[in-house]
Each structure stands twice: as C-alpha cells, then as structure tokens.
C-alpha cells in the first residue's frame, strides 16, 4: 500500500503534467510522462496469489477472484480518497494564496459545464 505522501506526489506529478502538456501531445507521450509523474509502482500492489483450483473448480476460482477483487477495490478506494482530499486541499491553497483568482466565477461556470453534459473539462 502506498503512503499518503506518495499518493500526494503523484497528485501532485499529474496536475503538474495536466497544466503542461499541450493538444499537440501524442496518447503515447502523454502515457510516458503519466507514468514518469506518478513515479514507477504507484499502482503495483505485488498480490502474491498461492492456491490450488481444480479442474472444473469454478467456485474455487470465483472466490479468489472476488477475493483479489475485493483487496484490490479496498487499496484503490483508500488512495483515491487521499488523493481527491489532497486534490481539494491544493485548490484551497490556490484560491486563499491567489486573491486575483475570481473562485467563485471559476466554480460557477464549471457548473454550468457539468450541467451541460460538456465532456471537455
């Protein structure tokens, strides 16, 4: 399981690259400098699985499935959780330390985008 403070770096890494990279950008690149931001294993829990399923046994193999699913659920809904709360903290940092920023505005017509179905934030 990653730390808060990796989790944050990541967030971080990304919203850096998200203000940076440009329409110009390949799928590829941006692949490479999203992983190069998020920094190697972010996303690499290591499950070491050990277990024997027979032939035909498919209720063994469905509850390892579900097991490894649940596991697996349960690490990623920690982080996105740091990570989103970290997220907002860093916009409230932005907003009380840029007093030219019109919060308000910015939040209103991101609503109204929302509220338009608009797909292009």
């Known amino acids: ?25 390949s799928d590829e690149e941006f692949d490479r400098l999203l992983e190069s931001a998020i920094g190697p294993g972010l996303f690499d829990y290591g499950f070491k699985l050990s277990t024997s399923v027979r032939t035909g046994s498919t209720a063994d193999l469905e ?13 990623l809904a920690r982080e996105a959780v740091v990570a989103l709360g970290f997220a907002l903290r860093l916009f409230h940092m932005l907003a009380a330390e840029c007093p030219g920023v019109d919060v308000e505005a910015f939040l209103r017509q991101r609503a109204l985008e929302v509220a338009a179905g608009d797909e292009a934030m």
């Open 1 to 25: 399981m990653n730390s808060d403070m990796e989790v944050q770096r990541a967030v971080i890494g990304v919203l850096t690259l998200m203000g940076t990279a440009d329409d110009g950008t």
């Open 63 to 75: 509850a390892l499935a579900i097991d490894v699913a649940r596991q697996v659920g349960g690490r």
